[in-house]
């Protein structure tokens, strides 16, 4: 097996893995009050890829109704960038994601951010 393949092989799988964590988070939030409101933004991994949230604020079968799609929003918005290992522990209950955003200072680095698209203007709700 060439090492190109190998690398296919597991570049794959890490994005089949990731996929599933994020759809449990957009299957729990089918539950949640606060999709009742809708709200689009991004999730992006760092060397594994990108996918869209779509929550219409829509009840579909006594479920509030999170649309999840593989790649960048196409309309501007917010993303969450988040490194994979920090996914993993978010997902393993190690962390939580405010704890992944934390900052002191707001030059600090952090595992987990959230950056905005170019032409996305946030409302005052959504800049905190």
Not at 36 to 62: A, C, H, L, Q, R
Not at 80 to 93: F, M, P, V
Not at 96 to 106: H, I, R, V
């Amino acid at each position: 097996m060439t090492l190109a393949k190998t690398y296919a092989q597991a570049t794959s799988k890490t994005y089949e893995e990731v996929s599933k964590i994020i759809a449990s988070y957009c299957e729990d939030y089918r539950q949640d009050r606060y999709a009742s409101e809708p709200m689009y933004f991004g999730i992006e991994i760092k060397d594994v890829g990108s996918w869209t949230v779509e929550v219409t604020g829509k009840k579909v079968n006594k479920q509030w109704e999170v649309i999840l799609s593989d790649g960048e929003p196409t309309k501007p918005t917010f993303i969450y960038s988040i490194e994979l290992g920090t996914l993993k522990a978010i997902s393993d209950r190690k962390i939580n994601a405010l704890t992944a955003q934390g900052k002191a200072f707001s030059g600090d680095y952090t595992p987990m951010s959230v950056r905005n698209m170019e032409g996305f203007n946030p409302s005052f709700e959504e800049a905190g």
